[in-house]
């Protein structure tokens, strides 16, 4: 069964994007990101994986939560290139079914909104990139306030120019 994380940044409102797009521009974090991310498996909802370009990251297999791209398909696959290839499902349940009987030892649960908030609950770990500054957009992350310091603890902290990456686990 692997250890599900959550990786998000999100302004001191929790603000996480703007008409489909980050409200800011952090090629800094970006690169955390996909350092933190590669060779992992990414579950993310459809509106992420359309704000992405319909297509899998490089060097990660790609994994959507959406019950709008499996309507009347079939669930795995849907790009006939192997490289493009991603896999679809229906429901939180069918998610997590597939993945703990999958070899991944983590999943990443990468957005947007909706899917974080049905993960959370999930997660032995959470990534955050706290921005420094407010900024305007309309997606939230959900608020985990109540969760620190009693389901999860900070265990590292990272300081950068324009944002913080706090790591959180999960107090067994």
């Known amino acids: 069964m ?9 302004d001191k409102n929790n603000l996480i994007g703007n008409k489909g797009s ?3 521009k952090l090629p800094e974090d970006l690169r955390h990101f996909k350092q933190t991310t590669m060779g992992k498996p990414l ?8 704000s992405i370009g319909s297509k899998p990251l490089p060097g990660r297999p790609c994994y959507v939560l959406s019950k ?5 398909r079939p669930l795995k696959n849907r790009l006939a290139n192997k490289e493009n290839a991603f896999t ?6 069918e998610a997590i ?7 991944y030892d983590e999943v990443v ?8 908030k049905l993960f959370l609950p999930h997660c032995n770990r959470l990534i955050i990139s706290l921005v420094y500054g407010e900024f305007t957009g309309d997606t939230y992350f959900p608020d985990y306030s109540n969760l620190l310091n009693t389901s999860f603890k900070l265990s590292s902290s ?5 944002f913080q990456v706090l790591e959180y686990k999960r107090i067994s």
């Open 158 to 162: 990272t300081s950068y120019n324009d």
């Open 43 to 50: 579950l993310m909802g459809r509106k992420t994986f359309e």
């Open 2 to 10: 692997p250890e599900f994380s959550l990786i998000v940044a999100h």
């Open 109 to 116: 649960i990468v957005g947007g909104a909706e899917t974080y």
């Open 68 to 72: 709008k791209l499996s309507a009347g």
């Open 22 to 24: 980050l409200p800011w």
């Open 97 to 103: 079914s597939y993945f703990n009987t999958s070899d």
């Open 88 to 93: 679809v499902f229906e429901s939180e349940t």
